[in-house]
């Protein structure tokens, strides 16, 4: 039965800031080892439907559930949300990587990935230590254990912020345009890791505004425009043969 | 009168300025944190109240606040002021008049805190008091170190301002020494002693931002 339940089910969510309306309804199930990427213009959604996703924005109405666990229930057009014990196994299920990397600027790359895990999940330290440093190796920063964030590059803090979402062995990885604050160097950098995690089946949704990138590694590409999904499909079929109007405009207009 | 003995006489005096001085470093600076945080709460009259009390304490003198402190309990309550009223005046003031500055201080450190940092911790699943602990905190000190360097080296010399309530301290001894002995130099020695306290307080400060300079943000 778990393998049939997406890892995350998103329904009928609604999120109006004042009189603006951001979310008008979108669905979004993520099954799990799924690479989900979400492309649309900058004020179309995006970044409110991570936000919501991942709790630190509330719905007004519609239905979000990590797998077995309901974080928030739709009751009558309402948004009701667990209580807080429920929300705090809810969030054990998903990690979520900034665009600006929000790194603790005061603490080592060690600390930053290894402290949570000691903190809020009471593993050994010793046993969360060693995890962090296969993950430090695994995101190519060997060396950088004992640095503070401000000796590293963009790429660098965001590969660690990566890893120390990892070491919470989340369900499902969320980015919030991951890349947008790098050089395209930079940027080549921290997607070869999450093309990495993309070939262990890792299951991820991805806000992005690199389409290459979104074409080699998503198994899904959702278009997010007027806070509601125009166009859903596979890579080829949203990127390369866009059927609504409205997706072909952003295209067109984000390759100039 | 030999300057041995005025140094003497000051030296006591001096020692009743440190004890004026630490005993607000040790009140004031945890009653700020009550203070700010009273300022920043969501409750409407608790945060108004806080707002008029740092206000009047910032807006109105020092030396009133101690006389007000002082003769409030016989005016009020027709308590009997005793010998020690006035020490326990001028350390209620002090206090309550540092603990308004400090709260302003700590609340800019705290308000400069980016949101991404409570939003990581959140995500991470860090709870509301091990994010201001381990996160939130060890940040505003760092932030906030030079701001709390002024008004640690002003308490220093407001410590002075005990004299006009009649407490014992440097300040008192020097104005003595200088009508009796028709002579400027206690204050020259008086002058001294701030100065050279106030250089032993710099260089802790300078070490405190030393040791914080590993990272900046």
Known sequence: ?256 | MSFSVMLGMLTEGFLVSLQIFFFTIAGAVPLGVVVALGRMSRVAPLRWIVRIYISIMRGTPLMLQMFAIYFAPYYLFGIQLTPDSKWQATITAFIVNYAAYFAEIYRSGLQSIPRGQYEAAEVLGYSRAQTFCYIVLPQVVKRILPAMGNEIITLVKDTSLAFSIGVAEMFSTAKALVASQVSMVPFAIAAVFYWVFNFLVELVLAAAEKKLSYYHD
């Open chain 1, 1 to 256: 039965m778990t393998s049939t339940q997406p890892i995350m089910a998103l329904r009928g969510a609604r999120k109006a800031f004042g009189e603006h309306e951001v979310l008008r309804g979108v669905s979004l199930e993520v099954a799990r080892g799924e690479v989900v990427a979400i492309i649309g213009p900058s004020g179309g959604g995006k970044s409110t439907l991570l936000r919501c996703a991942t709790l630190l924005e509330k719905l007004d109405d519609g239905s979000l559930a990590f797998g077995d666990i309901t974080a928030a229930r739709d009751e009558r057009g309402r948004t009701v949300y667990a209580a807080g014990d429920e929300l705090k196994r809810a969030r054990s299920r998903f990690g979520l990587v900034f665009q600006n990397y929000n790194l603790f600027p005061h603490r080592t790359v060690m600390h930053n990935i290894a402290d949570a895990p000691v903190r809020v999940q009471k593993r050994p330290r010793a046993e969360a230590e060693h995890e962090a440093r296969e993950l430090i190796q695994k995101m190519g920063l060997a060396g950088c254990e004992d640095k503070v964030p401000c000796q590293l590059s963009g790429g660098q803090q965001q590969r660690v912020s990566i890893a120390r979402a990892l070491a919470l062995h989340p369900e499902i990885l969320f980015f919030d345009e991951p890349t947008s604050a790098l050089d395209p160097e930079l940027t080549a950098e921290v997607l070869r890791v999450i093309k990495t995690l993309a070939a262990e089946r890792m299951t991820m949704v991805i806000v992005t505004h690199e389409m290459g990138f979104a074409r080699e590694v998503a198994d899904r590409v959702v278009f997010l425009d007027g806070g509601m999904i125009v166009e859903e499909g596979t890579a080829e079929q949203v990127i390369d043969h866009p059927r609504e109007e409205r997706t072909r405009a952003f295209l067109s207009k984000i390759a100039e």
